[in-house]
C-alpha cells in the first residue's frame, strides 16, 4: 500500500506561500548541498502527485507550462497527477493531468491504484494535506524549514495535529534548510 507523504518547504514562521500563492520566497533561499540528489531519490519512490489548485497554477504558471509542457517531465517525470480543484484550470499538452474535486476519500482508490507500490506525495498545498489527514490517509509530514520569514500567507498545516498524531522521525541538516520528517497516525474516525 503506498504512503502519502506531504513533502513541502516552509518559512520559519510556517508559511508555505505567500499572500498571492508564490514561491518566489523559496527560490530566493540558498539550496543545500546534495539537495537536488536527495530529492531525486525522494522522487524515484513516488508513484502519483497530487496538488492543489494554488499550488498547480502557480506551477504552471510561474514555468509557462502551457507553452513549454517539455518542461513538466523534467520536474515530475510521468507520474499522474491529480488536481484538486473548484475552479476551471489550465491544462497542461500531452500531461497526465486528472482533476478532481470533492472528499479525498472518493477519489483515494484511483489515486492507491495508480501509485501501485510506490508512494503519493502531496506537492501542496497545505489545506489538501489537511484533507488527507482528517480523512487519515496522510502517513508522512516531511518539511524543509527555510531561512525565510513571511509576515502573513498560506500556512503549512491548516489543522491542529499535536504530539498524539506526530512523531519525530529524522531531523537532517540540508544546507541552509533544516528538514524535520514526522510519521502521522491516523486521527479518522
Known amino acids: 500500500m503506498p504512503r502519502v507523504i506531504f513533502y513541502t518547504a516552509t518559512t520559519l514562521n510556517g508559511f508555505i506561500a505567500?499572500?498571492?500563492d508564490s514561491l518566489d520566497w523559496l527560490f530566493a533561499a540558498p539550496g543545500g548541498e546534495g539537495g537536488d540528489q536527495d530529492f531525486q531519490q525522494f522522487l524515484s519512490g513516488i508513484g502519483v502527485l497530487v496538488q492543489g489548485s494554488s499550488t498547480y497554477r502557480w506551477v504552471v504558471e510561474h514555468e509557462d507550462l502551457?507553452?513549454?509542457p517539455e518542461k513538466w517531465p523534467v520536474y515530475y517525470g510521468d507520474r499522474p497527477t491529480w488536481?484538486?480543484?473548484s475552479k476551471e484550470q489550465p491544462v497542461v499538452p500531452g500531461v497526465?493531468?486528472?482533476?478532481?474535486?470533492?472528499?479525498?476519500?472518493e477519489v483515494w482508490p484511483q489515486?492507491?491504484?495508480?501509485?501501485g507500490e510506490r508512494d503519493v506525495w502531496i506537492v501542496g498545498g497545505g489545506d489538501l494535506a489537511g484533507q488527507f489527514a482528517d480523512a487519515g490517509l496522510l502517513d508522512e509530514l516531511r518539511v524543509s524549514v527555510?531561512?525565510?520569514?513571511?509576515?502573513?500567507?498560506k500556512p503549512l498545516?491548516?489543522?491542529?495535529?499535536?504530539?498524539?498524531?506526530?512523531?519525530?522521525?529524522d531531523v537532517r541538516h540540508a544546507g541552509a534548510f533544516a528538514e524535520l520528517t514526522y510519521r502521522v497516525t491516523s486521527g479518522a474516525v
Open 96 to 105: 497526465d493531468v486528472r482533476f478532481a474535486s470533492g472528499d479525498v476519500r
Open 111 to 115: 489515486i492507491r491504484e495508480a501509485a
Open 146 to 153: 527555510a531561512p525565510a520569514t513571511l509576515p502573513s500567507g
Open 66 to 68: 502551457v507553452a513549454h
Open 18 to 20: 505567500d499572500d498571492h
Open 83 to 85: 488536481v484538486f480543484t
Open 157 to 169: 498545516l491548516p489543522r491542529s495535529l499535536g504530539a498524539d498524531r506526530l512523531e519525530l522521525t
